[in-house]
Each structure stands twice: as structure tokens, then as C-alpha cells.
């Protein structure tokens, strides 16, 4: 009987022991669940405040370079054009037109979209129109139209760089200046 009651005993206390144990264990999942999910709501709050933090900053060096672009683009167009060698200068004079006016690179564009001039010799040749449609449709749409078109800043597919473009086609002409 003694030995009964001891088993029953035992049995219980372990089968308590074992409940408690359950219970603990659902309890502490619990809190870390919601621990997590808090910490992850956390971070993704942070990053939504860094993102827009990074798009005002954006926007706002964005701005100042088309202020920027809009001039400069004029003049360095009157300038690759007064040479009397045409559209076709050589690196050195293109690469001083370009830090004349503090811009990084000057492409000059033919009617079928390839850059046959450039100070960024890794783009010479490469066929603008065969980035996508709508860039094509953008690029036939500038020819000879007198005015400055910028683009929004933009990954390069070559390099990865941030750049800003503008482009810039005279009236009448058949290139365009970028």
C-alpha cells in the first residue's frame, strides 16, 4: 500500500512538475513572440524613417543639380558646337569643356541613339535606344527640339553610379548632347 501511494505520489509530482514545466515553456515562447515582433516592428520603423529622411536628402541635391544641369547644358552644346572640328572633338577637348563646367561627363548622341562622342570612353558606341522602349521613345522625342529634358537620378547599368542626366538637342539638329 505504502509502495502505491509513493508511486501515485511520485507520478503525480512529476506529472505537475511536468504541466508547470508546459506552461512555462508556452508562457516564455509567448513573450519572445511578442518580443520579436516588436523588435521587428522597431527596426522596420527605423528603416522606413531612414528612407524617408534619405528621399528628402535626395530630392534636395536632386534639385540643386537640375538648376545646375539646365544651364550648363546650354552653354557646354554652344561650346562642343563653335569648335570648328564639329561633334567629333577629341577626348582632351571634350574632358576640358567637361571641367570647364564641372560635370562629369559629356556624351554627345547620333540619331540612332549610340554615343559616338563621350569623355566616359567605357559608353563609346553603346546604343542608348536598346535600354528599354520607353527610353528609346524618350530619346526620339528630344531630336531637334531646342529645349533642356532631365532625367531623374538614376543607377548607371554599366558602372552602378548615381548620375542626374540631361539632355539637349538643338532646334533642328539630329543629336543630341548629354
Given at each position: 500500500?505504502?509502495?502505491?501511494?509513493?508511486?501515485?505520489?511520485?507520478?503525480?509530482?512529476?506529472?505537475?512538475?511536468?504541466?508547470?514545466?508546459?506552461?512555462?515553456?508556452?508562457?516564455?515562447?509567448?513573450?519572445?513572440?511578442?518580443?520579436?515582433?516588436?523588435?521587428?516592428?522597431?527596426?522596420?520603423?527605423?528603416?522606413?524613417?531612414?528612407?524617408?529622411?534619405?528621399?528628402?536628402?535626395?530630392?534636395?541635391?536632386?534639385?540643386?543639380?537640375?538648376?545646375?544641369?539646365?544651364?550648363?547644358?546650354?552653354?557646354?552644346?554652344?561650346?562642343?558646337?563653335?569648335?570648328?572640328?564639329?561633334?567629333?572633338?577629341?577626348?582632351?577637348?571634350?574632358?576640358?569643356?567637361?571641367?570647364?563646367?564641372?560635370?562629369?561627363?559629356?556624351?554627345?548622341?547620333?540619331?540612332?541613339?549610340?554615343?559616338?562622342?563621350?569623355?566616359?570612353?567605357?559608353?563609346?558606341?553603346f546604343n542608348l535606344?536598346?535600354?528599354?522602349?520607353?527610353?528609346?521613345?524618350?530619346?526620339?522625342?528630344?531630336?531637334?527640339?531646342?529645349?533642356?529634358?532631365?532625367?531623374?537620378?538614376?543607377?548607371?547599368?554599366?558602372?552602378?553610379?548615381?548620375?542626374?542626366?540631361s539632355y539637349y538637342?538643338?532646334?533642328?539638329?539630329?543629336?543630341?548632347?548629354?
Amino acid at each position: 500500500m505504502k509502495r502505491k501511494i509513493f508511486l501515485w505520489s511520485a507520478l503525480l509530482i512529476i506529472s505537475s512538475m511536468l504541466i508547470v514545466s508546459g506552461i512555462i515553456t508556452l508562457i516564455g515562447i509567448d513573450k519572445t513572440n511578442k518580443s520579436l515582433k516588436s523588435l521587428q516592428q522597431e527596426i522596420l520603423t527605423h528603416i522606413n524613417n531612414d528612407f524617408v529622411i534619405f528621399d528628402i536628402l535626395l530630392r534636395n541635391i536632386e534639385t540643386k543639380m537640375l538648376k545646375d544641369a539646365d544651364s550648363k547644358i546650354q552653354k557646354i552644346a554652344k561650346e562642343v558646337i563653335s569648335h570648328t572640328k564639329g561633334l567629333l572633338l577629341p577626348d582632351t577637348e571634350l574632358r576640358n569643356i567637361a571641367d570647364k563646367y564641372d560635370v562629369n561627363d559629356i556624351y554627345i548622341i547620333n540619331n540612332e541613339g549610340s554615343i559616338f562622342n563621350t569623355t566616359f570612353s567605357p559608353d563609346l558606341n553603346f546604343n542608348l535606344m536598346t535600354i528599354d522602349d520607353s527610353f528609346a521613345e524618350f530619346l526620339k522625342s528630344i531630336y531637334g527640339k531646342g529645349k533642356v529634358f532631365n532625367s531623374r537620378i538614376s543607377i548607371s547599368k554599366k558602372t552602378g553610379i548615381l548620375n542626374l542626366y540631361s539632355y539637349y538637342s538643338p532646334v533642328g539638329s539630329d543629336y543630341i548632347i548629354e
